[in-house]
C-alpha cells in the first residue's frame, strides 16, 4: 500500500486510540474501490478541531466554517474533518453524493450507510434526500455534472430531474468554487457528456460567472481531451470558445493576477499564430512555455502545428532568453548617454533585445551602445 495510505492510517490509528471514531472518507475511498488514481485523502473524525491539533505535532487550521484541520504526517497532508452532526451516520448521509460517503477504517475495511457502494458498481450519481443536499449547497449540482465527466457515469433521475427545476439557485455560488469544480470538468475524460448534460438541464444559464452559452458549450465540445492539460492551458482552451472575453472576464473568474497573465499571453500568441509562424523575436517575447502552450492548443482545435522539437530548437540558438542577459542595463545607457530616467530607456533596451535576438547585433556592450546612438 502506497505511503500516503499507511500514514493516513497512522492518523486514524491515533485518533482510535484516543477514544476517537476516525475514517478514511469521500473521494480516497470512491477512487479506490473504483481502482482510479486517488486525489487526496480525506478524514472525518469525532474528535473536536481542538483534539485533534492536541494529539499531532505539525497541524493548521482551516476556515472554521468547515471544522478542518490540516494534519501533517512526513510528507503528506491530510484534512481531518470534525463531524457534522452527532455520529459518524449524520456526516455521510449530509455529503453531496453516495458515492462520496463511503468510509474505510484504520484496517481498510469499508462501511457504507447511503447504498454507496451498489451505486458505484451500478455506475450511478445519487444522493439521499435529493432536493435538500442540492439546495443546501447549489455547488453540488454543478459537481454532479463534474463526476459524469470524470467518471462517465448516470445521473439517478430523480436527481437530474432536481437539477433541471432549481438550476437557477447555483447563481449566488462564490465563483472560487465554481472554478475549481468547472476545471476539473473540462478535464474529465466523459467530457462531452457532462456538456450535454448541463445543456439539456440548463444549469449553463445560471452558472455563475462563466458566461456560458449553447454556441460556447457547442464549440467546447469540439475541443480534443484536456485531461493532459495544465490549468492554464485548460482555462485558455475554454476562453477560446467564448466569443468575447477580456481582461475583466478573467479577473471575474476569481483567478489570481498570475494565471490571468498566463492566460492573457497565450490567447494573444494563439491569434498572432494564426497570422504567421513562429519567429527568432516572437518566441524570445512569449517565452518558450508560452509557444509550447499555443502550439498545444493549436492541436487542442485541430489545427496543424509546429514541431515542439523545431520550436526548442529555434529557442536554445537565441543568443539571449531574458533581459537580464542583455549586455547593457538601463543604468549603462543612462550613465552613457547622460539622459535622465525615462520611457526611453525600457524603449532603446527593446530596441538592444530586438538587435541582439534577430542577429543584427553581437550582445557585446559597445556595439549595443553604438547602434542605439545610432538610433537616436
Ligand atoms: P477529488 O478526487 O477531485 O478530490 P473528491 O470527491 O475528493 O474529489 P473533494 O472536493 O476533494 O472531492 O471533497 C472531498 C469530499 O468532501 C467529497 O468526496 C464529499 O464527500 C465531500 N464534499 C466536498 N464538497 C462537497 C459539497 N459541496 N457538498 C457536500 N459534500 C462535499
Ligand atoms: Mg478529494
Known sequence: MASEWKKAKDVLHRLNENGFDAYIVGGAVRDYLLKRKVADIDIVTTATPDEVSRLFSKTYRMNNLHQTVIVKHGDEKYE??????????????????????????????????VRGQDDLFQNVLRACEPFDRMIEDPLRMLRVF?????????ID????????TNHERIQDVAIERVIKEWIKLLKGKHRNLALDLIMST??????????????????????????????TVCLTAFCLCLSRINEQYLKNLALSNEQVKKIQARLFYYELRHKKQWNRLDLYDASIQVAIDVENLRNLYNK????????LEMWESLPIHQRSELAIS???LIHALKKN????????????????????????????????????
Open 157 to 164: 433521475q430523480e436527481l437530474l430531474s432536481i437539477i433541471s
Open 304 to 311: 496543424e502545428n509546429q514541431n515542439i522539437a523545431q520550436l
Open 202 to 231: 440548463c444549469l449553463f444559464k445560471s452558472i455563475p460567472g462563466l458566461e456560458l452559452t449553447e454556441q460556447a458549450l457547442d464549440g467546447l465540445s469540439n475541443v480534443k481531451s484536456l485531461k493532459q492539460s495544465t490549468d
Open 146 to 154: 463534474r463526476f459524469v465527466s470524470e467518471l462517465g457515469f448516470d
Open 80 to 113: 481531518v474533518t470534525t463531524i457534522r452532526g452527532v455520529t459518524i451516520i449524520d456526516d455521510v448521509s449530509l455529503r453531496d453524493l453516495t458515492i462520496n460517503s463511503l468510509l474505510m477504517d484504520c484496517n481498510g475495511e469499508v462501511f457504507d450507510f
Open 330 to 332: 538601463g543604468r549603462d
Open 341 to 376: 530616467q525615462g520611457p526611453w530607456v525600457k524603449e532603446a533596451l527593446m530596441l538592444a533585445e530586438q538587435l541582439v535576438v534577430t542577429g543584427q547585433c553581437q550582445n557585446e556592450k559597445e556595439v549595443l551602445l553604438n547602434a542605439i546612438l545610432e538610433e537616436g
